[in-house]
């Protein structure tokens, strides 16, 4: 129990814990939700493994593979090496996730390319920017979370570009079962206090 503590519930791990904790202020991390494989996760490699057949035999694959934040690169990752590596040209929404792939490039045997990020970190932003092949019909892979907004997958539409979303995670709330004394509640995330 923390008589005068602070609590703090975040998606970041531990590194928003050290600044309470250098204030003299007592803290209890605990996470409000963890991520769960989503209705097509285990399609996933199996779609970029198809991917790297069609590129081989029949020169068609994806224009792009959209990646909208770290979550959703560290799933896709672990299906990419799953499927062999293919060459992707990946677009990503944000600074955070584009973080993500660079730490796997600097580590990785395939050739994995981030070749997009948008003007603004958002859905709407990144469908309205992003390349398209001039003479054909660009397509797209997105992996993304259940309870992503459709924005991305209708901006992308109305330009012409075909469009294939897998929900290959989710994100659930975690429950806990005991209860501390604190003054403080802080979050690190606007969609934790929705849940």
């Known amino acids: ?5 602070y609590m703090f519930g975040s998606r970041f791990g531990s590194k928003g814990v050290q600044v309470p904790e250098k204030h003299g202020i007592s803290s209890l991390e605990l996470p409000l939700i963890h991520h769960a494989p ?4 285990d399609r996933l490699a199996s779609v970029l493994s198809d ?3 069609n590129l081989i035999l029949l020169d068609k694959s994806f224009d792009w593979i959209i990646i909208t934040s770290p979550e959703a690169a560290s799933v896709f990752l672990e299906a990419w090496k799953t499927a062999s590596s293919p060459k ?3 677009g990503v929404v944000g600074a955070g996730t584009a973080r993500v ?13 981030v070749a997009f990020t948008p003007s603004k970190a958002t ?28 924005d991305i997958e209708e901006g992308l539409s109305i330009r012409g570009f075909e469009v294939l979303r897998l929900n ?5 709330s975690r429950l806990y079962t ?3 004394s604190c003054m403080c509640v802080a979050s690190g995330s606007r969609a934790l206090l929705k849940l």
């Open 1 to 5: 129990m923390f008589k005068f503590g």
């Open 38 to 41: 989503g209705p097509d996760f």
């Open 51 to 53: 991917f790297l057949f």
């Open 88 to 90: 992707v040209k990946v």
């Open 101 to 113: 792939f660079a730490e796997a490039m600097q580590s990785a045997e395939g050739p994995l390319h």
């Open 123 to 150: 859905g709407k932003v990144l469908a309205s920017e992003l390349p398209e092949n001039v003479g054909k019909r660009s397509s797209v892979l997105y992996p993304a979370s259940l309870k992503a907004s459709n």
């Open 168 to 172: 290959t995670y989710t994100t659930v």
């Open 178 to 180: 005991y209860v501390c």
